[in-house]
């Protein structure tokens, strides 16, 4: 029978209460002291290479704005020591180039076009300037660099990030010197803006990562070497860090005396009010993020697509809700004894999502500790028991599958449901 038929009694798990109230207090929360002296060291890390990132790379310091503090320790569902921190830097396109966003052919994926770029082109006076001066201009490959400061040793032998301009992009910067249609201030900017984008100017995901991983080379330069890492001066001593890259994120690996954790840099550029036409519904934030990792199904053109990040909208949602941070924390707790890791984070957090989504969150979230607690761990059960619609199966492991419903399905008899 399915969580959804079945009449729950929510008086039905009281006695379990403060017990699980217990395991919250003693085996999840982290601890007061741990947690300060982490955040202050995070923020002293933060600020020291973000501020040599702006320092050495113009085109990072016109694009950033902020840090956005994600991940599960930001928004209060950490099981754990505080260890991980998932960090994402916002970026802002200028607004000379008109970045537009638009809605691709795979959901969950947008496309951004500098449209102001896209229209110069297609204008009638350079079609016929560049069809005189095509012959001129060579596209060749170029070391991407700091195009206001070309000092050396921000660009260590052992490290070249090369982007290079279209004949397209090379004949438009010229036109646009030429016939002093911009402020010819703004033409570094523009000249270093173009290697991220195509020919019809779409933000590439390949060339702004690789863009990213220099300004981050290049910022740890600046900082004392020693072994493989380099030397951060902070209030609490020196600390030595290490950077390898995953996917979109940049992860650096920070050890001292008595200190050890990872802090994640991902890229993401930031759109305010500006959502794509179709399919999204009214939320209380009008910012969302967009992040450079491609669909992983093979397609042409996969570098124009962007993954759709609405961290900030789940963050809204999760919270005012009494139960609802305990209960998942306890069944990440859950998941983490049972060494159960086919079950990732954000699938439970999706399944707590989906009830606020279809309105039960009240009626879940504002009751006992124990009645929210078990009834996500049915929910919990049936999604991996596949008993649910097959157009959200993304929940379904296929490792270890048996042992977590068999597990599962033990915990709910043994309390008679």
Not at 176 to 194: F, H, M, N, S, W
Not at 216 to 242: D, M, R, W
């Amino acid at each position: 029978m399915s969580a959804s038929d079945m009449d729950f009694d929510k008086k039905k798990y009281i006695n379990m209460e403060p017990v699980l109230h217990q395991i919250n207090q003693e085996c999840i929360s982290l601890s007061d002291k741990l947690v300060k002296r982490n955040n202050d060291i995070l923020k002293q890390v933060v600020t020291l290479i973000t501020n040599k990132m702006k320092e050495i790379d113009p085109l990072f310091k016109l694009f950033f704005t902020t840090v956005f503090y994600g991940g599960s320790y930001f928004d209060g569902l950490k099981v754990g020591s505080p260890e991980e921190y998932d960090l994402d830097l916002l970026l802002e396109l200028p607004k000379f180039s008109t970045p537009k966003v638009k809605t691709s052919n795979i959901p969950g994926f947008m496309h951004v076009q500098l449209e102001t770029f896209e229209k110069l082109v297609k204008q009638p006076e350079f079609e016929k300037y560049k069809s005189e001066n095509e012959g001129m201009v060579q596209a060749r490959n170029f070391h991407f660099q700091n195009h206001h400061n070309r000092n050396k040793k921000y660009y260590p032998n052992n490290y070249k990030t090369k982007l290079h301009l279209t004949k397209t992009q090379k004949l438009l910067i010229k036109w646009l010197i030429e016939t002093r249609k911009v402020d010819k201030r703004v033409i570094p900017d523009i000249r270093a803006l173009l290697k991220l984008v195509d020919d019809q100017f779409y933000l590439l995901t390949s060339k702004v990562s690789r863009w990213f991983e220099g300004v981050i080379h290049k910022a740890l330069q600046c900082f004392p070497k020693e072994g493989n890492g380099y030397i951060l001066s902070v209030s609490y001593g020196k600390l030595l860090a290490t950077v390898h890259k995953e996917g979109p994120a940049f992860t650096f690996k920070i050890t001292g005396a008595d200190i050890k954790f990872d802090v994640d840099f991902v890229p993401c550029f930031i759109f305010k009010r500006s959502w794509p036409e179709g399919g999204y519904r009214s939320n209380p934030c009008p910012d969302f993020f967009v992040v450079p990792k491609q669909p992983k199904r093979t397609m042409a053109k996969v570098e124009r697509y962007w993954r759709l990040s609405f961290q900030e909208q789940e963050r809204v949602l999760i919270n005012n809700y009494p139960t609802l941070k305990p209960s998942l924390r306890l069944l990440k707790r859950l998941r983490d004894v049972q060494n159960y890791s086919c079950i990732a984070s954000y699938y439970i957090k999706t399944i707590f999502l989906w009830e606020i989504i279809q309105g039960n969150a009240d009626d879940i979230f504002r009751h006992s500790l124990s009645y929210a607690f078990m009834k996500l761990l049915f929910n919990l059960l049936e999604w991996m028991g596949g008993h649910r619609s097959t157009q959200k199966r993304s929940l379904s492991c296929h490792r270890s599958i048996t042992t977590v419903v068999g597990t599962m399905a033990s915990v709910r008899q043994y309390f008679g449901t």
